[in-house]
C-alpha cells in the first residue's frame, strides 16, 4: 500500500519527504543490501521510488539510531551522499522504537560528534524513556517537557554546532527552548497539535488523534500556534509526521499516528485562519523554512488552496482504508480544497 500513501502526499502537492525510518526493520544502516535484523537507507530509497516516489523532488531517509550505531557509520555515510540525517527515538516511546538507546549514549559514544563534525542532521523524537503515570503526563510535567528541559541542553551545549530539528513538539516547554536556541536549532509542528489538545483526545475517546507524543493542553497549543504564525518564524516549519494505519484500534492499545495524507495543507491553514494578512507566514512555515533548514533548493511545484468546501474519503488499499484524521473524528467535509 506505499503506493496509495505516496499518492495521497503527492496529491496534496507535497515536493518531499523525509521518510521515518522506524520499519520492521528498523534502517539501521546506510549502505548495502538489507540484512534479516535491519534495512538500509539505500535499499528503503529504492523501495519508495519504486512505489512512485521518484516523483518527489527530493527524499531524506534518516538513519535509525540504535546501540550499533558507530561513528565511523556516520562519517562514511556522510562521505558517501547517502546518509544526510540520523533519527533518535526513545526506546520503547513510539511506534517499533524499540531498538533504539538512551540518549545518553550518543553524548558518549562519539555519535553526535561524529554527526556535528559532518553536517549531519538530528531529528529528535524528544521523549524522556521509562516514565509512567503522572510523570510521563501529567498537567504540569511530561515526558516532552521533561526530556526538553534536561536532556536537549545537554546535547546542544556539548555539541553547540550539531543541527537539530525537534520533531513534531506538543509543548509550551518546546518552542521555548527552540525559540531560544541557536539557528542551528529548529522544530517541526503537526497539523493535530496545532488544532487539538487532549480533551478533543479524550472526549469521547476519540482515538484517530492518538499520536505519540500525545496532544497536550491548551497553553501548549496556544504556545505551539504562536511560535509557528509569528512573523519572524524561520525556526518552526511544517511536519506532518503522517502515519497510516489501516486499524487504530487493537487489541494491545491504539496504534500511534495520525493519517493527513491528502488534507495536511488543508488542517494547516485552517491552524492558521489563513488570509491575505497571513500568508506569507504561512507559506514559510509550509513550503519553505524546512528546505533552507536542510539546505535544499525551493521546491519547483506550486499548489493552490482555495477557500471552497472539499468532502475527505478514505485512502483505499489493498489492505484496507486508512482513515484520514479529519474523518475518524467525524468531519467528512475540510473548509479548504486543493485545486487541480
Known sequence: PMADYIKAHLDMGCCGVLAMPNTKPPVSKVSGSNGDNFWTIETYLEIIKAAGGDQFQDIIVPLYLTKDTTPAMITEGA?????????????????????GAAIEN?????????????????????????LSGEKYFGQDSNAEDFFYRERVPKITEKFPKLKIVCEHITTKTAADFVTKADDNIAATITPQHLLYTVADLLQGLKYHLYCLPLVKFKKDKNALLSAATSKNNSKFFAGTDSAPHTKKATECGCAAGCFTGGIAPQLYARAFDLDENNFDVFKNFLCLNGPKFYGLP????????????????????DEGDVMPLSLGLGQDTLEWTIAP
Not at 550518543?106 to 531529528?123: D, R, S, T
Open 79 to 99: 562521505k558517501s551522499g547517502v546518509l544526510r540525517a540520523c533519527k533518535y527515538y526513545p526506546p520503547h516511546g513510539t511506534t517499533n522504537s524499540e531498538f
Open 106 to 130: 550518543y553524548l558518549e559514544n562519539g555519535v553526535f560528534a561524529a554527526m556535528e563534525e559532518a553536517g549531519i542532521v538530528l531529528n529528535i523524537h524528544g521523549e524522556e524513556h521509562g
Open 298 to 317: 525551493e521546491a519547483k511545484g506550486t499548489f493552490t488552496l482555495e477557500k471552497k468546501p472539499s468532502k475527505i474519503v478514505p485512502t483505499k488499499t
